[in-house]
C-alpha cells in the first residue's frame, strides 16, 4: 500500500478484488468498493473519486453533512456505516444512498417516519455475540427483519457484519462462510420488494477473504487512503 498515492492504492485494490472474484468464479462488478473516509479530507475524497470510487462511507452523521456541502458537485454515493443515533435520523433524511448500521426497530421506524422517499438499509449482526460491538443477535434478527418489512418508506436489503480483529486468513473465511450462509437461511424472510442480496462485510485487514465469501459491499478506509491521522 502506497501510503500518499490514492490512485495507486485503487489500482492495487482492484486487482486484489478482481483475483478474489476469480478465486470464487465472481463477476468484480458485483463487488462495490465504499471508501471509508472517516476522518478523510474533503480534497482526499475528491482524489479517490477521480480515481473511480464512487462509493463513500461516513461513520459519523455530522461530518458526512458537512462533506456533502464541501463536495457537493460531485455525484458520491454516500453511505453512513457508522452506529446511528437516535437524536441524528432527523437531519440524515434522504441523504444516504445506504444505511449499513441499523440494529434496532425504534431506528427503522424514526427513519420512515421522517423520510420522504425510500430509504435502503442493512441490518448490521452481531454475528460472533461481542459484548463490545452492535450489531442485532442473531436470534433476534427474524423478528427484526419482519417489522421491518411492513414500514413504508425502508427497504432492506441485505445485510452487514463486522468480525472479531486479529483473526488469521482461515478464521476470516470462515467468519464471512457463516455470514453468508446466515444470510441464505433468512432470504425466506423477507419478500419483494424487500431482498438480502447485499453482504456489507470486509475492510482493510480481510476484505479479500470476504470477497472470496460473498461479499458485494467492501468498506476499506487505509488500504485507499493511508494510515490515518486521528
Known sequence: MQENDVQKNIDLIRQKISNACAFSKRDPQSVTVVAASKTVSPEKIREAFNGGIRDFGENYVQDALSK?????????????????????????????????????LSTVKQISERSLRRQYLLIEVNLAGETTKSGVPVEALPALLEQAQKLEFVRVCGLMFMPPPQLSESEQRKYFQSARELRDEMMTNVSTPHSLNELSMGTSDDFEAAIKEGATLVRLGTAIFGNRKY
Open 68 to 104: 456533502m456541502e464541501v463536495l457537493s458537485d460531485l455525484p458520491i454515493r454516500w453511505h453512513l456505516i457508522g452506529t446511528l443515533q437516535s437524536n441524528k435520523v432527523k437531519p440524515i433524511a434522504d441523504r444516504f444512498w445506504l444505511i449499513h448500521s441499523i440494529d434496532r
